[in-house]
């Protein structure tokens, strides 16, 4: 099953009675996150293959497979996180793993990168 844990932590989630951590941004918000906490970790969740095509300058991928519950689990939950998606649809799937993972603080791009004016980098030239 893909996404097996993310069910049982949609489980876990909404038993849960403690505030949430994650919060769905609109373009202009995530901007002025990026801005604002400067060390925050940008992660594209979108495939690697979409992710060299075009992301974020300084962004991370992690793309939403079987495995991306353990690679959650291994980043620190003090960090401050900036996410995104094509769409927004598959970050929204993903608030209540990342909610029972206790993050601190999590900012997802409510309707994804896909039409919108952020500036995108290549791989190659993510470091220029």
């Not at 918000?29 to 992710?51: H, K, P």
Request: aromatic share 10%.
């Amino acid at each position: 099953m893909r996404y097996k844990h993310l069910l049982l932590l949609l489980l876990i989630w909404s038993c849960s009675s403690e505030p949430k951590s994650v919060n769905r941004v609109s373009e202009s918000a995530f901007s002025e996150l990026m801005e604002t906490y400067g060390g925050a970790l940008i992660v594209d969740l979108r495939t690697e293959e979409d992710y060299h095509k075009g992301h974020l300058k300084g962004a991370v991928n992690l793309p939403a497979d079987d495995a991306l519950y353990d690679k959650l689990y291994q980043l620190s939950t003090r960090q401050v996180y900036l996410m995104y998606c094509a769409d927004g649809k598959t970050a929204n799937e993903l608030t209540g793993m990342l909610d029972s993972l206790r993050f601190k603080e999590v900012y997802l791009l409510k309707n994804g990168i896909e039409g919108t004016a952020f500036p995108r980098v290549q791989a190659s030239n993510d470091k220029k």
